[in-house]
């Protein structure tokens, strides 16, 4: 799990702590070799995490128990997560623009919320590094924006927050009622 989460993590921040290397690749070789060799070290990755984390669940000891308040908290943070995940792929909208990078924002929450629910070693590894990296890309963009980069969302139509609002609170439903559990194992709300 640990290698998936060096390897993915840090291909995802090849930008901020090497980007001569990653121009100079693609300065040779070009922007889709660069997109190619990117996704195929990421999917090493994060399959990796998923099949390290599935092993270590099972064998690392408790950090910590939360409160069954936290993961109340945790579930409706969750419905937040998703709602800026699906208006970080949406053509920009108010809340995009509001929150200016809304797919991060999104992971922070998500780690966060998962921080909150889970208690076990493997769970505080995994989410925790997940959080640190995503508030190392924020402030990477801040420094590029304060350098005069353009990155953040241009407004486009406030129609696409009503739809992130629904596409988020549609896929929020599905995990809760069953996709958490399909491809996690393990219902985040347990019925009966």
Known sequence: MVLGIVIFLGMHLVRVVAPDIRAGFIK?????????????VSLVGLCLI??????????TGMLYDPPVF???????????????????????GRIA????????????IWA????LANGETSSVLLFG???AWAVILRISLKRRER???TVLPVFKSAQNDILAIVIGLVAYVLFIWKL????????????G
Not at 50 to 59: C, K, L, P, T
């Open 180 to 191: 958490h559990d399909w491809l996690i194992g393990v219902a985040p709300i347990v019925m």
């Open 147 to 149: 350098a005069g980069e």
């Open 70 to 92: 936290l993961r109340h908290i945790a579930l409706l943070l969750m419905l937040f997560a998703f709602v800026f995940l699906a208006a970080g792929f949406l053509p920009s």
């Open 112 to 115: 966060l919320a998962h921080l």
């Open 97 to 108: 623009v509001a929150v200016k990078h809304p797919q991060i924002l999104s992971i922070k």
């Open 50 to 59: 998923i099949y390290g984390f599935g092993q270590a669940r099972g064998e």
């Open 129 to 131: 590094s997940f959080l």
């Open 28 to 40: 040779s070789r070009g922007k889709g070799a660069w997109m190619g060799l990117y996704a195929l």
